[in-house]
Nanobody, 116 residues
Framework: QVQLVESGGGLVQPGGSLRLSCAASGNVFNINTRGWYRQAPGEERELVASITTGGITNYADSVKGRFTISRDNAKNSIYLQMNSLKPEDTAVYYC??????????WGQGTQVTVSS
């Protein structure tokens, strides 16, 4: 089992920045992909960004050039730096880890609200 705890959400004005953090504990040894998803009210959960053990990153087209995913292996953590935030980025953001057996683990989510 893997436990994930997100932090860093909040209310920010359009054009502002936020940094989300996700700390993992438990059996993280077989994790091969880490990522951030988001879900807005009435919408399906969607991939925002992911990073593999090899460091390959992938971003949703809507966030390319504005968001950056990173990791700290020593701390079993990943981060999402979000710049130039837009109202349409408003959602609950979830951290997700997937292991080599395709088991997926989710955090509890953190709310990001972009509004003036």
């Amino acid at each position: 089992q893997v436990q994930l705890v997100e932090s860093g959400g909040g209310l920010v004005q359009p054009g502002g920045s936020l940094r989300l953090s996700c700390a993992a504990s438990g059996n993280v040894f077989n994790i091969n992909t880490r990522g951030w998803y988001r879900q807005a009210p009435g919408e399906e959960r969607e991939l925002v960004a992911s990073i593999t053990t090899g460091g390959i990153t992938n971003y949703a087209d809507s966030v390319k050039g504005r968001f950056t995913i990173s990791r700290d292996n020593a701390k079993n953590s990943i981060y999402l730096q979000m710049n130039s935030l837009k109202p349409e980025d408003t959602a609950v953001y979830y951290c997700s880890f997937r292991n080599i057996f395709s088991s997926i683990y989710w955090g509890q989510g953190t709310q990001v609200t972009v509004s003036s």
